[in-house]
């Protein structure tokens, strides 16, 4: 079995996840900052990664090479709530949370298949803890954050499919993160930027915000992340549950029993950073609270060198370290005592690498969007894209994005698979940069074309906008007066409230590649007349 470290420099060091890659701009992958990582492991030990913005081929290699450079086995987790394509391009991506809670008697049963999938990839890629499932209950519409990352509005729904998701994840061996704790979802503003507040009262958050966590507890999640954000009717002091005692201990250990290690969301986010205030002082405040994984470290030799100091100066119990460290240490002899003590250098003893990206996966992803897609406004049986007059141009697609990210290229996947379905169509982006040009002569446009579909990507992430521009909703509202629309939204449905007079509201929960080809079918399949477009669409998406 494992043999454990015994000096406290390393012990702390154990306790420590930096990140490895980036998604932030300027981004960097995990193979660019692998030399990093591998100077900083000569002096501490750390405990595990947290990975971003890596590859399906790549990736699996710079972790075996950690790996065997490593004093002891590193735990390598990652944001994967929708699939391990979420952060290693060419691996299976699923539709955002939301999506199963339309899919109805089958949603259980589709994500816990999903769950199995992703944990089967992840495991290929040498990695071993997903940070998910998201258990925050959407009460918020406007949440800038969550949104479409819940699984749903009510804590009944989220419970359900949190407890599915938990289940694929232990079934294939995978050690999954219930996560925002005790509750982000009443929020109203975004903790990588701010410091959110939930004014619930206790007697609220009983009833609403913790039903899923403790349903996650009894599913046997692994991990519980906390929130950067303050409860002040559950901590008086309104300090955030990451550096909340009263939270961590009282609440998620002593009542809700919880005994498996508890992660802090990441310590670079504003909502916890308090200005010039040293990085290690925050990690003390925070594994006072009882936390056990300080997540993305950025300054790992100040932190471990301020923690050690205060051990030794009685600031600091080291029976916390300790305690601490025995819950990291149990997460690598659970899974050495699965797979062999070889499976941290050696994935393929857990699953091999050929299961990344199989096509098996990513059928289901899309029959999972297929299954979710819904009408809000209309009945199916009632609507139909029209056949193009003489002279006239087939549908007009327009493509609304109030913000782009560099790693989301799915964009340009819809145009194709748009265009090869309607060759008569045409299509555009009106991006968050577009100038009064690029829009200004879309309304008479619109008239060439036999339909108007308008699609908006509203979704959560962190330190980006939330919500169409002004100048947006004012060029939507103006299309919408003064043509019918078929309106789309590959991301949060509350966008689609905002505009009622419409021919139809198609709702995709997602905009990952799998929901875009939904929504292409969905589209299709109001085209009058004989189609070759599933013949098209299948060679786009590589199926044989």
Not at 126 to 132: A, E, N, V
Not at 390 to 396: A, D, E, H, V, Y
Not at 530 to 543: D, F, K, M, Q, Y
Request: glycine content about 8%; hydrophobic content about 40%; some cysteine.
């Amino acid at each position: 079995m494992l043999s454990p470290p015994e000096s406290l420099r390393d012990r702390i060091s154990q306790l420590i996840f930096p990140r490895i890659g980036s998604n932030m701009s300027p981004s960097i992958s995990v193979e660019e900052d692998a030399e990093r990582i591998e100077n900083l492991m000569r002096d501490y030990p750390i405990g595990g990664l947290c990975l971003f913005n890596g590859d399906r081929i790549r990736t699996p290699q710079t972790l075996t090479r950690l790996q065997s450079l490593a004093r002891f086995p590193l735990l390598v987790g990652t944001d994967m709530e929708r699939g391990l394509g979420q952060q290693l391009r060419g691996a299976t991506v699923f539709p955002h949370a939301m999506a199963f809670q339309a899919i109805g008697d089958l949603d259980e049963e589709l994500l816990e298949a999903a769950a199995r999938a992703a944990a089967r990839e992840a495991l290929a890629a040498g990695l071993h803890i997903s940070f998910s499932p998201v258990a925050d209950v959407n009460s918020n519409p406007l949440n800038p954050i969550i949104s479409t990352r819940a699984f749903g509005t009510s804590a009944e729904t989220v419970s359900r499919l949190v407890s599915a998701y938990i289940r694929g994840c232990n079934g294939e061996g995978l050690l999954s993160t219930a996560k925002h704790f005790p509750g982000h979802g009443g929020t109203d503003l975004d903790s990588p930027e701010s410091r959110p507040v939930v004014s619930s009262n206790r007697k609220n958050l009983e009833e609403l915000e913790l039903i899923p966590f403790r349903r996650a507890i009894e599913s046997g999640v692994s991990l519980v992340m906390t929130a950067h954000v303050g409860y002040p009717g559950l901590d008086e002091t309104g300090v955030e549950a990451t550096r909340s005692r009263e939270i961590v201990t009282e609440l998620l250990r002593k009542r809700l029993n919880f005994r498996g290690a508890v992660i802090s969301d990441s310590l670079m986010m504003s909502g916890v950073e308090r200005g010039d205030e040293h990085p290690g002082a925050l990690a003390a405040d925070v594994l006072k609270a009882g936390v056990d994984i300080l997540l993305d470290v950025n300054d790992v030799p100040a932190t471990v060198e301020y923690l050690t100091t205060a051990v030794l100066s009685g600031d600091l119990s080291r029976s916390v370290v300790d305690t601490a460290f025995e819950r990291v240490w149990s997460l690598k002899t659970r899974l050495a005592a699965r797979f062999g003590k070889g499976m941290f250098i050696d994935p393929s003893l857990a699953q091999p690498l050929s299961v990344i990206g199989r096509d098996e996966h990513r059928v289901l992803a899309r029959r999972i969007a297929s299954e979710s897609i819904q009408l809000a406004i209309g009945e199916k049986e009632e609507i139909g894209l029209r056949t193009p007059r003489m002279g006239q141009k087939g549908p007009l697609f327009i493509l609304i994005e109030p913000r782009q990210i560099s790693h989301d290229s799915g964009t340009d996947f819809l145009e194709k698979l748009f265009l090869s379905a309607f060759p008569l169509g045409s299509f555009c982006n009106i991006g968050p940069d577009a100038e009064g040009d690029d829009y200004s002569g879309l309304i008479e446009e619109a008239s060439d074309h036999s339909d108007l579909i308008v699609g908006m990507i509203v979704k959560p992430s962190a330190g980006h906008t939330y919500g169409l521009l002004p100048f947006q909703k004012q060029l939507v509202d103006d299309l919408v007066s003064a043509h019918p629309v078929y309106l789309a939204a590959l991301g949060s449905p509350v966008v689609l409230a905002d505009f009622q007079d419409v021919r139809a509201s198609i709702c995709a929960y997602s905009d990952v590649e799998p929901s875009m080809s939904a929504l292409v079918d969905f589209l299709v399949e109001l085209k009058p007349g004989p189609s070759i477009a599933p013949l098209v669409l299948s060679t786009l998406r590589g199926e044989s």
